[in-house]
T-cell receptor, first 113, second 114 residues
Framework: NAGVTQTPKFQVLKTGQSMTLQCAQD?????MSWYRQDPGMGLRLIHY???????DQGEVPNGYNVSRSTTEDFPLRLLSAAPSQTSVYFC????????????FGPGTRLTVT | KNQVEQSPQSLIILEGKNCTLQ??????????LRWYKQDTGRGPVSLTI?????NTKSNGRYTATLDADTKQSSLHITASQLSDSASYIC?????????????FGTGTQLKVEL
């Protein structure tokens, strides 16, 4: 099992550009989520999904879109990148939603100039 | 507002020594408490998950304790190794709606030196 994979590992964008951060898991987990990690702050939830076709907003959803067409994939889209979105982004999945262990991907480090 | 505070912010110890990291929380209603290890440039990896009824849980050289009355947890690392150098994150889960809401601490950065 590859677990949770994320691509790309690093990305530099200019303000106003759009891009998609990819996340995939091969553990057949229904629950998937996206977090951002900023210096001096705990991980913050951006969006989450409890299954294919079902997504919902987390704590800091503005500027981000998600969709979930398959159990395996949960891409995160930045519509118009802003410097405030410079961060490290982690995708996570779980067998039992927020009750159980979260499995995190390796992260994508995004810089917006 | 749910909060998780960790101390110390950073810590340097010599290889082979023990150390204890602290986590205080104001999360309600409490569901469980987790400790994660995050190596530099990697995603967090779960060490332990403890529910209200558990006051100690071990994972190899890592032992977590929970005092639900005082809302405190600690992570004790025994006989530290260079590979223990990482950030240790305390996460407290609160019951909310049909699921749990996770509140993450900012982590304790541990460095183990020769």
């Amino acid at each position: 099992n590859a677990g949770v994979t994320q691509t790309p590992k690093f990305q530099v964008l200019k303000t106003g550009q759009s891009m998609t951060l990819q996340c995939a898991q091969d553990m057949n987990h229904e629950y998937m989520s996206w977090y951002r990690q900023d210096p001096g702050m705990g991980l913050r939830l951006i969006h989450y999904s409890v299954g294919a076709g079902i997504t919902d907003q987390g704590e800091v959803p503005n500027g981000y879109n998600v969709s979930r067409s398959t159990t395996e994939d949960f891409p995160l889209r930045l519509l118009s990148a802003a410097p405030s979105q410079t961060s490290v982004y982690f995708c996570a999945s779980s067998y039992s939603g927020t009750f159980g262990e979260q499995y995190f991907g390796p992260g994508t480090r995004l810089t917006v100039t | 507002k749910n909060q998780v505070e960790q101390s110390p912010q950073s810590l340097i110890i010599l290889e082979g020594k023990n150390c204890t990291l602290q986590c205080n929380y104001t999360v309600s209603p409490f569901s469980n408490l987790r400790w994660y290890k995050q190596d530099t440039g990697r995603g967090p990896v779960s060490l332990t998950i403890m529910t209200f009824s558990e006051n100690t849980k071990s994972n190899g050289r890592y032992t977590a304790t929970l005092d639900a009355d005082t809302k405190q947890s600690s992570l004790h690392i025994t006989a530290s190794q260079l590979s223990d150098s990482a950030s240790y994150i305390c996460v407290v889960s609160a019951q909310e709606g049909g699921g749990n809401k996770l509140t993450f601490g900012t982590g304790t950065q541990l460095k183990v030196e020769l």
